[in-house]
């Protein structure tokens, strides 16, 4: 499936890019605002910016925004469903 050419854009999202500082909340390096600044498609198909659920919903995490941080896609797809 292809991905988007930019980030969701939203106020919830523009709240956390500028508490994150554009910066990974798992890794720690900086994210890929759009597709554009990536130098290829499958740099950004692993850096795109998701949501992660601080405690994952499977635990009993809501879906509040004390509950949820930005991450690049690899990243949360590497933390699963855990803490």
Known sequence: ????????????????WTEQSGVCALCGEPMLRNRFEAPHATIWAKQRVTVDHIIPRSKGGSDAAENLQLAHARCNKIKGNRL
């Open 1 to 16: 499936m292809s991905q988007p050419f930019r980030a969701f854009e939203s106020k919830l999202f523009e709240a956390l």
